[in-house]
């Protein structure tokens, strides 16, 4: 490994981030073929891509794992994760997010600023992740950067600084103007090599005219730019550069290129402006932590105490391997690391330079790389790993929680020890996965962020773990409760076969309550001993598992008033026996009323789809509750039955174009429709499947 490429100043993490289709893998790909890391160049149509090496991501044609690739530009260490696009997908950007220390927001130039590319840019404000953007497919018929650029300025609010000019248009698309040094980037489609020119003279004016704006904008924003541009009206090329640094690192601007990825136009000048624009490990603050409760910062410094995060957990057929982002310190093959969160230490057992699913072993990484290593077992996505002498928790990455579930069975009994071994596995490797049994109605439910990823997660239990499974919409918990009660239902339990018998004689009331269960004794006299009402109550319990409907039973009063005993053959269990056995004669003799699980469902939404979003809630049974303006969108709050929600993830996209979020709350239990409830009868809270929470992007299928 030579240290003239790893020296900090030369290394740049960074992500590929837009919208799906934006054209984030073939930006990568060219960035691959123009540094010499691959020798041809890979399309995502033909499946040939470096990092859609996943059979699902080839014959999707998009990005469902964010894949970790390196290279080597002007001298300068370059390691790229290019992110999915898909919302649903949005967990591994956030992942990818957390350890970079910039990005590439890659536009469309003929749609502009799309929902998903709001979605991740919202994402890296959040991660305070410095950015430069990329308008791609100027050569497409529509294609206008000031359009892009504007959409840029209205959606995103940045303050764009466009630094280059198209030469030519559409399918004439040849170049780029350089606008801070006054020059043509053109490729010769002989050689391939990027040619630099003088500007040509039909722009000459028009890129004099553009450059004077650029001046006048990033003067507005440096104040050593403005003092260089008072005293000479005009600013020099290493001082626009220096200031566009600046703009790009403090977020103040943003540095706005173009080109066409597709026909290797302007990628050799983006890899210059990642150099020249985006931060170093050296540039971003030194990464803090905590240990015993006291917060510590770790320096970027190879030197410095080993620091590391682990951001993916992938399966690879050498085994498993751990993805990481180092901050501080060398790890060697061989070394002993911590697990600061359980305190387990393990052995390296190889250090890998990543490139998508090809892996080139190194002797040592340092601080600012990012590297996969071999050997960890118990390593997860969000684990920090540490010097064992010198421990530090990093913050890991939140996970989102689900949205959308499906209930998987594996066909035949000799399946289902694999099924639940190979969703251990998908956990593992992907914690927006959520896999678990409903203890109400025994289904094994598997949960993500929406339709989409968990198509491909059953997909992967199919061909990765050869478990077939069969899947299904989840079974909603219902419940039932009391709509008219009844006084007075007498239970004589008898029994006699030889021996000891069994005598127990209740009197029960039941009636509707606005809570869970409550049981009293109002029998005085003594005819019925305190040990004999605990038992009665244990009963009634029991009883409360299966209602005459066939669901557990909520909200009532069950009220013992009167007893019998017998001297010799009354006891605990047959009181017990008693309460269980009159409790049920006495629900069949009540008015039962069904109740279906209810979510409090908000859903933040922009102002010009929320007739549609209130249209939709409504055919769901969703009763609106509030609403309220904020910022140019409006939040609506509605009481939703949850099986209404199956669905809404993929609805609520598509009708608001993927700009809504929601989350959902369980809210408890309330009359399901052809069930009249007794006046005065309230929701009772309740817990179960049907109860599950969730949040998301797009809708809570759960």
Known sequence: MRTDTHHLATVRNLGILAHVDAGKTTVTERILYATGATHRRGEVHDGTTVTDFDPQERERGITIFAAAVSCVWDGHRVNLIDTPGHVDFADEVERALRVLDGAVAVFDAVAGVEPQSEAVWRQADRHGVPRIAFVNKLDRPGADLDTAVESIRTRLHPAPLVVQLPIGAEDRFTGVVDLPHLRALVRDDGDGAVRRAPVPEDLREEALRRRRLLEEAVAALHPAALEEYCARSTLSAGTLTAALRDLTLSGEGL??????????????????????????????????????????????????????????????????????????????????????????????????????????????????????????????????????????????????????????????????????????????????????????????????????????????????????????RPAVSHRETVGRGVVGTAYRHVKQDGGAGQFAHVVLDVEPWEGDFVFRSTVVGGRVPQEYVRAVRAGCLAALAEGPLGHPVTGLRVTLTDGATHVKDSSEAAFRTAGRLGLREALRGCVMVLLEPVAEVTVTVPDDAVGVVLGDLAARRGRVSGSLARGGATVVTATVPLAGLFGYATRLRGRTQGRATFTARPTGYAPAPGSAPTPGYAPTPGSGPGAASGSGSAGADR
């Open 255 to 472: 540095v706005v290129l173009c080109g066409s990825a597709y026909r290797d136009r302007g990628v050799e000048a983006l890899l210059d402006a990642v150099v020249s624009y985006l931060p170093s490990p050296l540039d971003v603050p030194a990464v803090r932590g905590v240990h015993e409760g006291t917060g510590q910062e770790r320096a970027a410094d190879p030197g410095a105490p080993f620091a590391a995060l682990v951001f993916k957990v992938q399966a690879a057929p050498t085994g498993r391997l751990t993805c990481l982002r180092i901050y501080s310190g060398t790890v060697r093959k061989g070394d002993v690391v911590r697990d600061a969160g359980t305190g387990r230490t393990e052995r390296v057992g190889r250090v890998l330079r990543v490139r998508a699913d090809r892996h080139v072993p190194v002797d040592r990484a340092v601080a600012g790389d990012i590297v996969a290593v071999a050997g960890l077992k118990g390593a997860r996505a969000g684990t920090t790993l540490c010097a064992p002498d010198a421990p530090l928790l990093l913050e890991p990455p939140g996970v989102a929680d689900p949205v959308v579930a499906v209930a998987v069975e594996a066909r035949g009994s000799a399946g289902t020890g694999r099924l639940a071994a190979a969703l251990a596995r998908l956990t593992e490797e992907d914690p927006s996965l959520v896999a678990g049994t409903d203890p109400e109605t025994g289904q094994t439910v598997l949960s993500g962020m929406g339709e989409l990823h968990l198509e491909v997660a059953v997909e992967q239990l199919r061909s990765v773990h050869g478990v077939e499974v069969t899947v299904g």
